[in-house]
């Protein structure tokens, strides 16, 4: 039974026999019973009845060859191919250079064949016909209308804003280095050959498996970007901005909902979060107007003028205050009113430099009026007084202790000087306080 043989006319484009390893010439035998891989032989080793494995010399099989004819008597199979390829290499009309690759057609027997059989064939000719008409009207069904796109912005190379894109591409629509970028290492030297066990080849079979696993991944994370707009990084701070800022903390902590929810679920979960913010925080506004005893809105546009002009009042004396503390000692007063004046301009307040001249210490910190100073007990008040230290300073600096010692197990007072980052005496001080009085232990 004689078949078309599937490789050019290049003998180094053809398998190796299986029995004496060399290139196959036509004819030659292909076992019709094992395979795939198909079982190739060539006519010596097929007559001398070659056996490997599971393939015996009884096993049907068939004569591979092209030598037959197809289109036209005078043409065989194997020269069909060979003037296909040649019109693909040559160009279509290059009837001499065609006839030159051939070697067994002339010019004119080319042209003619080519013209009769692929050209001017009435089957061919209706063929492309109807594709053509089928193109025609999947084009014309199916237009698609334009839409504007917000394509992510192309910067230069190794820019800001390239850097902040994290390294995408937008012309290629990628990134300079993937997820899990060297998932590939791991296939480099894996080659499935007939000769390995079954284990072997399972275990191959596997890791395939789990590259696949990882490719999905890469392309799962690649989906969420992209349907997110989290290329854009710029883009996305400024929207992210437009909150208030306890619910910019919370958009913060809902964003790694982003990869269950899609983006317009997603937009949605956090606007909810944000009206149900304000909502709260109405509610608590509207608590206050009932307990201060208001019960209706022009008394509470009133309480509010009031109230904002007794934080004012508060602030001033508060500062007073501070001056009254400064006023006996010329050059530490003078140190106030420039650290002051600073603020006022928005520098960052100077730190005064120490005097050698034996100045004496500053007083006792005032803590009258001051936020934070009703959570303190007489000792932390005793403690933020001498230390100099700010109740909402202090209360902030003891729950990250406390914190870190609960983490820990135990806390030294170098880990705390590496946490609160303020003076090594005030933290040394404040370090031996919430030992001495049992809210953190040494480690």
């Known amino acids: 039974m004689e078949r078309l043989a599937s490789f050019s006319s290049d003998p180094f484009d053809k398998p190796p026999c299986r029995g004496c390893s060399s290139y196959l010439t036509e004819p030659y035998v292909k076992c019709a019973e094992c395979g795939p891989p198909p079982f190739l032989l060539c006519l010596q080793c097929f007559t001398r009845g070659f056996e490997y494995k599971k393939h015996q010399s009884d096993h049907t099989y068939e004569i591979m060859t092209s030598d037959f004819p197809v289109l036209d008597p005078n043409w065989t199979a194997q020269e069909e191919m060979s003037l296909l390829e040649a019109v693909m290499d040559c160009g279509f009309g290059n009837w001499q250079d065609v006839a030159n690759q051939m070697c067994t057609k002339s010019k004119e027997e080319c042209e003619k064949h080519y013209m ?37 912005p192309r910067p230069t190379f190794d820019s800001l804003l390239s850097r902040d894109m994290a390294g995408y591409m937008p012309a290629r629509a990628d990134f300079v280095e993937e997820f899990d970028n060297y998932a590939e290492w791991d296939l480099r030297d ?115 003028h009031l109230k904002k002009s007794r934080d004012e009042e508060r602030m001033k004396r508060t500062m007073l205050s501070e001056v009254l503390q400064y006023i006996q000692d010329s050059s530490a007063c003078q140190q106030w009113l420039s650290r002051q004046a600073d603020i006022d301009s928005g520098l960052t307040p100077t730190v005064p430099v120490p005097s050698t001249t034996g100045r004496r210490s500053a007083p006792p910190l005032n803590l009258t009026g ?55 005496n005030k933290t040394r001080k404040i370090y031996d306080f919430l030992i001495r009085e049992g809210y953190i232990t040494k480690a």
């Open 190 to 304: 894996i080659d499935f050959v007939e000769d390995d066990s079954d284990i072997l080849h399972a275990l191959k079979i596997a890791v395939v498996d789990i590259y696949h696993s990882r490719l999905k991944e890469r392309q799962r994370r690649k989906k969420i970007i992209r349907d997110h707009g989290l290329i854009n990084l710029r883009k996305f701070q400024i929207l992210e901005r437009r909150y208030p800022k306890e619910v910019q903390e919370l958009y913060e902590t809902m964003r790694r909902f982003a990869r269950i929810l899609g983006p317009v679920e997603h937009d949605k979960f956090i606007e909810s979060h944000a009206l149900e913010f304000e909502l709260r925080r109405e509610i608590k506004r509207l608590q206050e107007y009932r307990a201060a005893g208001i019960t209706n809105f022009c008394s509470a546009r009133t309480y509010d």
């Open 116 to 152: 009769k059989h692929f050209i001017n064939n009435p089957l061919f000719a209706s063929t492309l016909l109807n594709l053509k008409q089928a193109e025609e009207a999947q084009h014309h069904e199916t237009a698609i209308p334009f839409q504007s796109a917000d394509d992510p």
């Open 370 to 424: 001051l936020p934070g100073t009703e959570k303190l007990n007489e000792k932390e008040k005793e403690l933020c007084q001498m230390v100099r230290l700010v109740p909402g300073a202090y209360l902030e600096y003891k729950a990250a202790l406390v914190n870190e010692c609960n983490k820990q197990g135990g806390l030294r007072l170098a880990q705390a000087r590496a946490l609160i980052k303020i003076d090594v």
